[in-house]
Antibody, heavy 121, light 107 residues
């Protein structure tokens, strides 16, 4: 059974860098059949697509993040990460990691439970 | 960005009811339209990809259809575990945008 689990600091100060990690079990991230994705949800609002990354290293980010986001894969630990620089209160949200199937019209097939991030001094 | 408009934003229904949720895209996404279910405190669950294909393990009471840029999620007979918020998503062009959600509540 594929499972994804986010981990992160919970609280980040404005202007600092947010780092989140998603640990995957039940599947290898070293696969060309999937993308590894981050999605967030602001309180009381819909879902925002942050971006995704392939095993080959291709990355796609939401332009709205203005180049603040960087994703990476760690195949030795079967996990992937998101770094978001210069955070503001607008980055406070629930962050989800997800697996995206290349052969299922790039839809998400598995989601993590989410990790809540608050940006506050 | 491609905009997705879901309707209604919320609805009240009873167990056994047939429920229909619509998602309209601002431009063609071909069949690259997906549906997800989100219950509070849980991980979202993937229901449908490619507008009408069910993900593994999803009950057959869920179905999806497409008519041009209008997509529909139907639950044929609402079950207690179906009370949740439903989101559509287009994966045709990046950024892969989502609808604002439809909350299905108990009448």
């Amino acid at each position: 059974q594929v499972q994804l689990q986010e981990s992160g600091p919970g609280l980040v100060k404005p202007s600092q860098t947010l780092s989140l990690t998603c640990t995957v079990s039940g599947a290898s991230i070293a696969s060309n059949n999937f993308y590894w994705s981050w999605i967030r949800q602001h309180p009381g609002r819909g879902l925002d697509w942050i971006g995704y990354m392939s095993y080959s290293g291709s990355t796609f980010y939401n332009p709205s993040l203005r180049s603040r986001a960087t994703m990476s894969l760690d195949t030795s630990k079967n996990r992937f990460s998101l770094t978001l620089t210069s955070v503001t209160a607008a980055d406070s949200a629930m962050y989800y990691c997800a697996r995206v199937g290349i052969f299922t019209t790039s839809s998400v097939d598995y989601w993590g439970q989410g990790t809540l991030v608050t940006v506050s001094s | 960005d491609i905009q997705l408009t879901q309707s209604p934003s919320s609805l009240s229904a009873s167990v056994g009811d047939r429920v229909t949720i619509t998602c309209r895209t601002s431009q063609s996404v071909n069949n690259y339209l997906n549906w997800y279910q989100h219950r509070p405190g849980e991980a979202p669950k993937s229901l449908i990809f490619a507008s009408s294909s069910l993900h593994s393990g999803v009950p057959s009471r869920f179905s999806g259809t497409r008519s041009g840029t209008d997509f529909t999620l139907t639950i044929s007979s609402l079950q207690p575990e179906d009370f949740a918020t439903y989101f559509c998503q287009q994966s045709y062009r990046t950024p892969h945008t989502f609808g604002q959600g439809t909350k299905v509540e108990i009448k």
